[in-house]
Nanobody, 135 residues
Framework: HVQLVEVGGGSVQAGGSLTLSCAYSGFTAMFSNYCMGWFRQHPGKEREGITIIYTDSGVTYYADSVKGRFTISQDSAKNTLYLQMHSLESEDAGTYYC??????????????????????????WGEGTLVTISS
């Protein structure tokens, strides 16, 4: 079965950097039809998508709030998805989730909902990793 495991969360000062990793496993040979992404949720708020990557083409999409500061990437040889975060702000604090979706409908929905919510949802989710920002 599919598993997504995020690591790398922690406390960082405002203006600092942090890299999250998501180790994934259990995908079928049709993994090229997937998109993966990072989502975050502030306490008491709706979960929002912040970035999506198509696993076959490597094309990426970002929410306006993180554009230019965050970078999503993947290492297929290591079955790992990354999120590099720079110039972190207090608003970036929250629980970060790695997720994957199969097929165009959920991927397009998630892309259209970046910065707002999770769209129609994703097929698979990790448990999340907490990022706190100190001033």
């Amino acid at each position: 079965h599919v598993q997504l495991v995020e690591v790398g969360g922690g406390s960082v000062q405002a203006g600092g950097s942090l890299t999250l990793s998501c180790a994934y496993s259990g995908f079928t040979a049709m993994f090229s039809n997937y998109c993966m992404g990072w989502f975050r949720q502030h306490p008491g708020k709706e979960r929002e998508g912040i970035t999506i990557i198509y696993t076959d083409s490597g094309v990426t999409y970002y929410a306006d709030s993180v554009k230019g500061r965050f970078t999503i990437s993947q290492d297929s040889a290591k079955n790992t998805l990354y999120l590099q975060m720079h110039s972190l702000e207090s608003e970036d604090a929250g629980t970060y989730y790695c997720a994957a979706a199969r097929g165009p409908r959920l991927c397009m929905s998630a892309i259209q909902a970046l910065g707002v919510n999770i769209g129609d949802g994703m097929d698979y989710w990790g448990e999340g990793t907490l990022v706190t920002i100190s001033s």
